[in-house]
């Protein structure tokens, strides 16, 4: 039987202690404690006077939800556009990580430990229209290289600015694919299935390459040229 100082009565921050309980598998004193939320709890004689308990758990409760709240928008924009970004990042099971993660793009340690941080570097997006945008597409996410940025203004500061020269007019991908009455990646979609440059800004919207050769056989054939990239 191990010597111990009778606990009951005594309190040790959140818990009051009842009574003895049932000794641990191991051996320790316990003791039948009362929170202060009103829960009970058994616990050691060396985790009360240790501190290592200082309560029946609600105080990780309260704490994880101050966590989670602390800043008050969790459920705003820019909170949700904080979530996406660390993920496509560091999260494989992400279906962007392949672009991001997976090339090297790394969020900032200040803004992976912190949205409070990210939003004071950032501030509230200007509009619903504007996302977070990377100025230079080959570095990561940080105060020095994002910027809030409409997808017209996005296309044409990354890769699918690339512009494209077809019969005699130069415009970029994103504003080729406009033209044609589609979204600002259907030109670039396009060219990643082999398309030449000029097919993919001339044959409509909707229309396959090979649709296309079979509705019109006596025009010649759009160029064979591959599209070039001019920065």
Known sequence: MHN??????????????????????????????????????IVSSSNLRTQHTA???????????KSNTTHGKNKTAEHKIWIGMKNRCSNPKNRSFARYGGKGIAVCERWTKSFEGFLSDMG??????????????SLGYSPWNCRWAT???????????????????????????????????????????????????SIPKGMRRREYYQKFPNLPPLSNTLFPVEE
């Open 55 to 65: 309560s029946c758990g609600c105080l990780n409760v309260a704490a994880t939800k």
């Open 151 to 201: 997808i017209d203004e996005q296309q044409n500061n990354k890769n699918n600015s690339v512009k494209i020269t077809s019969n005699g007019s130069t415009l970029t991908a994103a504003q080729w694919s406009r033209k044609l009455g589609g979204n600002a990646h259907l030109v670039l979609s396009r060219l990643g299935l082999g398309w030449t440059k000029d097919e993919a800004v």
């Open 4 to 41: 111990f100082k009778d606990l009951t009565g005594l309190s040790f921050s959140r818990l009051t202690v009842l009574s003895r309980a049932e000794n641990s598998p191991s051996g320790k004193v316990r003791w039948n404690c009362l929170c202060l939320c009103g829960n009970t709890a």
């Open 124 to 137: 509230h997006r200007p509009s619903p229209a504007h996302s977070i945008d990377r100025i230079k597409s």
